[in-house]
């Protein structure tokens, strides 16, 4: 007996969208669909195959040497849940616009200290299939978002998505300003 997976739930922690599930599955997206319904069971192999696109053991120390990597690098750096904008980790440099303590932040959503640029990139992120794995990093410009205490300077900026070892996405965000010497 094969154990049933929690197959839409697994799908959308991963931010994965049926059509790209089927596709790596090599089936058709109603397949995804019947399989998520209980319509129709995976075969035995199909569930192995599944388990190995979803089913990873956690690794916390990943986690935290990305954390370390982040806090402890030269340029403005910071980690964000993908789905949720909570901030996980930041750099020094980042930080030193800051008016407010990292500590007070962290954990806590930073959407709402976005730039209008910021948020025009984040409602294309469906569009260009961000959330389905088909993108894994988006390069624009930002403008400045005017917030005295958690001010974002003009200039390119980097988003780049990774799986979190508890099977969520992170964004690490960098940005490309002129730092002031």
Sequence with gaps: MVPTLPLRRLRRLA????AHLAERMGVAQSTVSRWES???PPTAEQTRALQAIFVTPPDPAQDAALKRLVETSTIPVHLICDRTHRLLAASPVRTADW???LSDY???SLLVYASTEILAAEARLDGIG????DVSSLAFDTG???DPDLPIRPGPMLWERLRLSDGSAGRLVTSFYERSA
């Design 130 to 133: 961000w959330n389905d794995g």
């Design 144 to 146: 400045a978002n005017g």
């Design 15 to 18: 931010g994965m969208k049926q």
């Design 106 to 108: 962290l954990g806590k």
């Design 38 to 40: 209980g319509e129709l």
């Design 99 to 101: 008016r407010v303590n």
